[in-house]
């Protein structure tokens, strides 16, 4: 087994972490994940940290390798921090507000748009205009921030639509006379 490219995951206290082949659970103070890995990479905890190495210097080898700890690491951060992502609305009109844990936004259609959250999900709305989406499960949290865009994305000419917070839209002229 190569040990090149070694970088050690940190373990925190109160983190229980079981390997087993080709699965991974994470459990913390926010929850407990569980991620199937391939089973080329040998997953060891020595110490306090979870390292992981890879058999080969081959391409794939590599590639699964980095796919790998990235997938182990976001799972111990999730447990510990949680991830969120922050979305803006921009438009006369549009807002959102939360009804029971359920998102309900209204974006210029004749109706309500209503979002469920997914399990683990949850969402916030600190202003009528900005929407935040929190969970432990860092591709659950993307693809839920992803779908509320989805409603409504920005559009080049107004500027109007659901962005994510600090995202740049790359205005257009509109027609001249």
């Known amino acids: 087994m190569s040990r090149i490219g070694k970088r050690p995951i940190p373990v925190p206290a109160g983190v229980i972490v079981a390997i087993d082949p080709g699965r991974v659970t994470v459990s913390g103070p926010k929850g407990e994940l569980r991620q199937v890995v391939p089973t080329r990479m040998a997953i060891a905890q020595e110490e306090g940290q979870i390292v992981v190495t890879r058999p080969t210097e081959l391409g794939e080898d590599r590639a699964l390798h980095g796919l790998t700890r990235t ?16 979305l803006e609305l921009q438009g006369v009109g549009y807002r959102a507000a939360l009804a029971g844990s359920n998102l309900e936004l209204q974006v210029g259609y004749s109706h309500p748009v209503r979002i469920v959250p997914r399990e683990g999900i949850s969402f916030e709305v600190p202003t009528p205009t900005e929407i935040v989406v929190r969970g432990i499960d860092k591709q659950v949290v993307g693809q839920t921030a992803a779908e509320i865009r989805k409603v409504r994305p920005p559009e080049p000419y107004k500027g109007k639509g659901i962005r994510y917070q600090g995202e740049f839209v790359r205005r257009k002229v509109g027609k001249r006379a």
């Open 71 to 86: 997938l182990v690491a976001n799972m111990v951060e999730g447990v510990t921090n949680g991830f969120e992502k922050r």
